[in-house]
């Protein structure tokens, strides 16, 4: 009799808050909306109740060298973000750990989410988001998917008065899992206090822990005990107002009024730190509009994905170019051709920076002539669907060393030194391997945008890299071959291998406008993944 009881009580729980509460609720946001309209001013009741309380952030003296040694507590969401609303982070959780299906079936619940408040929300996205997935995916997306977003939703304004202080503790609503990655690798946070989430074993439940929804001037009493912070940062929102008043000094960040005003996000050359390395397929915001435009437009991408890697098969490289151009994929190429040298009875040497997979394929199609492309891991798929011949190396440097020579005597050879792709503006070391092996080097600066899908991956499954990419509505690839290296700067000059590796490097990123780094495969592997990118192969006894 236990089990009948507990079902009603769930029931009646459920039923009173989905549908009592929640139409009453609509119900006052309707009337409220209809106020508004005949009332608009240009900042809700509770922002001016806000200003008479607290001074706007942009009033903080952050020239004062007291903040150097004071400690700040404020919100991620209001305060730190600019987002208004944390949806599109869930979305990103649900889709990069927990697939197409949970995403979309986050999506449906914004036709309910609208009514219910704001603590009902949180457990309902929380609860979709997280139920059955493991730790290591949830963490794993927190440490190499949302930080992106999390920088391009910075607050310029609340980051400077962040900046200044020495000691900072977060206080957040939302799962502490979500943003403590973040927070502490890039913003150099001392301590985040969120909420809890319950677990079994090494997977989420999707519910709350015994503590609850965290409140947050409860957690700062209990955190700081009779001791006041220094400085408290709030948003405009009537519940910041008990939390931020606990501090000593209390600010309040204040959303800009133009709908399109981006002097408030924080600018690339601003990042506390340089953001080199992320993963996730989501190359947007999902915000509900975006994801839906989304899920409208993934059949018709799959469909031309396949037409566009069909294209790229079947037909000679003129018409691939032609029909590939009127399915809207945009491939620029600059440079000239590269010119034989006859007394040479080895191939040329063309040595690429590494957007996607596809790299030696745009090249060889811009070339309109058949390449050969060396690589370390390439999955049975791709090797099926690639155009052009391709053939793995084993990291072993004398038994790659000579694979390459082999391929040079018989033509053309397409190498990518940095071993790995990167997505943002910077190049990664290039292994020195390609330069003992030619004197005719011929350098090309590739890059590729998209709009909606990221055509890379470090954790995910590498066979769909290329079809996610030609399923954006607009990819673009641009080519520029730049001349051979000149001899004197060669190993047959007198150069050594790494010299010559670091010139091209050097030389590509001045022409991309990107910067050199020092980091390799293993370093994107390690931070993004856990491991070291190699795949072993299993062998049998």
């Known amino acids: ?25 609509a ?19 509770s922002q001016q109740q806000a200003a008479s309380l607290f001074p706007s952030a942009s009033h903080c003296d952050v020239g004062n ?3 150097s040694s004071q400690t700040l507590v404020c919100d991620i969401h209001g305060v730190l973000l600019t987002a208004k609303t944390f949806f599109p982070y869930f979305m990103l959780l649900a889709f990069e750990a927990g697939g197409i299906l949970r995403a979309f079936l986050l999506l449906l619940s914004c036709s309910f989410l609208w009514v219910l408040d704001y603590e009902l929300k949180l457990r309902v996205m929380i609860f979709i988001s997280f139920c059955g997935l493991r730790k290591k995916d949830i963490e794993s997306v927190g440490r190499a998917v949302l930080p992106k977003f999390y920088l391009e939703n910075l607050n310029l304004q609340a980051y400077e008065v962040w900046s200044k202080t020495s000691s900072r503790v977060v206080f957040t609503s939302i799962p502490r899992v979500m943003v403590e990655g973040f927070l502490k690798e890039y913003l150099a946070v001392d301590d985040v206090v969120g909420t809890e989430l319950h677990t079994v074993g090494n997977r989420f439940t999707g519910l709350l822990s015994s503590s609850g929804l965290l409140v947050k001037h409860k957690a700062l009493k209990a955190y700081f005990g009779d001791k006041k912070p220094d400085v408290g940062l709030g948003s405009s929102s009537l519940h910041d107002h008990h939390f931020i008043s606990l501090c000593k000094e209390a600010y309040v960040v204040y959303k800009e009024d133009g709908r399109n005003n981006q002097s408030c996000l924080m ?22 509009f975006a994801t839906l435009c989304m899920f409208l437009w993934l059949p018709f991408g799959i469909v031309l994905a396949i037409f566009r890697i069909l294209v790229g ?19 620029t190429f600059q440079g000239c051709f590269p010119s034989s040298n006859s ?30 492309a060396v690589t370390y891991s390439l999955s049975k798929m791709s090797e099926i669907i690639a155009p052009i011949k391709t053939v793995r190396l084993t990291r072993d440097r004398k038994q ?26 910077y190049l990664l070391r290039f292994s020195s391997l390609f330069a003992e092996l030619a004197d005719e080097i011929v350098p090309v600066a590739m890059n590729a ?32 071959i730049l001349g051979k290296v000149p001899p004197e700067f060669t190993c047959a000059g007198g150069r050594s291998s790494f010299e010559v590796a670091n010139y091209i490097q050097r030389k590509l990123a001045d022409v991309l406008g990107f910067e050199c780094t020092t980091f390799t495969r293993r370093d994107k592997y390690l931070m993004l993944a856990g491991n070291e990118g190699i795949v072993r192969e299993n062998k049998r006894n």
């Not at 909606?452 to 290329?466: I, V």
């Open 1 to 25: 009799m236990v089990f009948p009881v507990v079902f009603l009580k769930l029931a009646d729980w459920v039923l009173y808050q989905l549908l009592a509460n929640s139409c009453y609720r």
């Open 27 to 45: 119900a006052r946001k309707v009337r409220n909306y209809g106020f508004f309209l005949r009332n608009q001013t240009p900042r809700s009741s």
């Open 65 to 67: 060298n007291i903040r």
């Open 267 to 288: 600018p690339r050359d601003k990042y506390p730190k340089p953001l080199i390395f992320h993963d996730g397929r989501l190359a947007f915001l999902p915000t509900p």
């Open 313 to 331: 098969i079947c037909l000679p490289y003129r018409l691939a170019i032609f029909w590939g151009s009127l399915s809207g994929v945009q491939l």
């Open 343 to 372: 007394e040479q009875k080895k191939g040329v040497l063309y040595v690429c920076t590494h957007r996607t997979l596809l790299d030696p394929v745009f090249l060889s199609t811009a070339l309109c002539k058949p390449l050969t």
């Open 400 to 425: 790659d060393g000579e694979t390459m020579q082999k391929l040079l005597s018989e033509g053309d050879l397409v190498v990518c030194p940095e071993g790995t792709t990167c997505r943002e503006p």
């Open 449 to 480: 945008h998209v709009s909606m899908f990221y055509g890379t991956t470090a954790s995910g499954l590498k066979w769909l890299d290329p079809i996610f990419f030609l399923m954006n509505p607009r990819p673009s690839y641009h080519v520029q």
